[in-house]
Nanobody, 124 residues
């Protein structure tokens, strides 16, 4: 089971850190991704990390502002979001997939397990 938390209301230019905690499931050999879905829009890729080697992939629209990382001891993945913009407002979901190759990391179909989502609202 994956649980995403850490969302909230923040002003433009501010920061938030989201957490994705896994319980009852090891993240070893997994790929963990963050996706987001804004009202009326399709879910889109944000960032992903391969648990074993730490390889990361980012969507162009968050590069340089967001950082994904993992804490193996806590079985948790983080998404540090800086310089937030109103366009970042969305429900953020974390997901885990196993056996995911690098090129598939931005694809939703590469992920089998999804958390419930946490709402991030950025005011202008």
């Amino acid at each position: 089971q994956l649980q995403a938390f850490g969302g909230g209301l923040v002003q433009a230019g501010g920061s938030l850190r989201l957490s994705c905690a896994a319980s009852g499931r090891t993240l070893s050999n997994s790929c963990v991704g963050w996706f987001r879905q804004a009202p009326g829009k399709e879910r889109e890729f944000v960032a992903a990390i391969r648990w074993s080697f730490g390889n990361t992939v980012y969507a162009d629209y968050v590069k340089g502002r967001f950082t994904i990382s993992r804490d193996k001891a806590k079985n948790t993945v983080y998404l540090q979001m800086n310089i937030l913009q109103p366009g970042d407002t969305a429900v953020y979901y974390c997901a885990a997939g196993y056996g995911t190759i690098l090129s598939m990391m931005p694809q939703m179909r590469a992920y089998d397990y999804w958390g419930q989502g946490t709402l991030v609202t950025v005011s202008s």
